[in-house]
């Protein structure tokens, strides 16, 4: 990422998403079996070990995902009554 690039960070934004969304390998599985992720790693714990690590330093736009946080977020809320996203 360039200074003098005009960004509007949508793949960084994508990557801190699904870094939200991925802690462990179980929620790589969930993710995979549902269409959402492709893994050709090998193993679910790899994927989430590389989301994990990847996004440390990268900069996402707080506001390309935040109706999809939302909307996550309220469904936690009245499903399970927590949500950590």
Known sequence: MCPDFDNDFTLTSYMCFLDLVIDEAE??????GTGILYNGLGSEEEVAKL???MN???VP??????VVKRKIHNHC???FGICEV
């Open 61 to 66: 736009s707080p506001i390309i995902y935040s």
């Open 51 to 53: 989301f994990n690590k």
């Open 56 to 58: 440390t330093d990268l």
């Open 77 to 79: 809320k009245t499903t």
């Open 27 to 32: 929620d790589v599985k969930e993710m995979r």
